[in-house]
């Protein structure tokens, strides 16, 4: 296999962010987050201040968006000549159009952004979701954030509907559902340094089966 790639959901407070940074550094490959959104920019043509004020929008709807129609992705692209082509829809075609491109050119870590649905045709992926009980997030967020826990427990609970339903969204599924993925690691019972451990050995038995 020339490249791989390792999508990472997770769950807020659940470290899977920091995970996958540190996964990254480990294997000696690239990281990308909100990388994708310059990226995108550049690609389109379309400001980056507009991708990320569209994702902030459409997160910010959270639970809205399971009661809307669903917009699943499927790869179109809307030309520059419509009046759509800055459309929500054809953003978020652009970002996955960056995802599926870094796919094909190099091995890399990328989170969220529906990157498992948008490489889920792809022999070279392997898709982890990051996850903790509520409680343990609390505890690693309040005092990140400076909160009480029962703030800490609200904000955690809105971030996780907006990210679940931005998800639905585009993909139809459910974001937490563990069939989405090919492996699920609870941090309140492992460290994030044995996370890392967990998938880098997982990667070796994986990558040889696919």
């Known amino acids: ?24 550094k480990e294997l000696g490959i690239p990281f990308y987050d909100r990388d994708i959104l310059q990226l995108a920019s550049d690609d389109s043509g379309i400001s980056a201040d507009l991708f990320a004020a569209n994702e902030e929008k459409q997160k910010k709807r959270g639970l809205k968006l399971f009661s809307k129609k ?5 790869g179109d692209m809307i030309t520059p000549d419509s009046s759509d082509f800055t459309s929500t829809d054809n953003l978020f075609n652009y970002e996955a159009k960056i995802i599926k491109d870094l796919s094909k050119k190099e091995s890399c870590v990328i989170v969220g952004r529906c990157a498992d649905y948008v490489l889920k045709d792809e022999k070279n992926v392997l898709r982890v979701y990051i996850h903790a009980p509520l409680q343990h997030c609390i505890e690693v967020v309040a005092p990140m954030k400076n909160m009480s826990e029962k703030e800490a427990a609200k904000f955690i609970k809105k971030t996780d509907k907006e990210r679940a339903g931005y998800y639905y969204y585009h993909t139809g599924n459910r974001w937490n559902d563990a069939g989405n993925y090919d492996l699920c690691l609870n941090t309140e019972s492992l460290s994030y340094e044995t996370c890392v451990s967990l998938i880098k050995n997982f990667m070796k038995i994986y990558f040889e089966c696919v």
């Open 1 to 24: 296999m020339e490249n791989y790639v390792i999508t990472v959901a997770r769950g807020y407070g659940s470290g899977g962010r920091t995970i996958a940074q540190m996964l990254a």
């Open 70 to 74: 669903k917009n699943v992705y499927e």
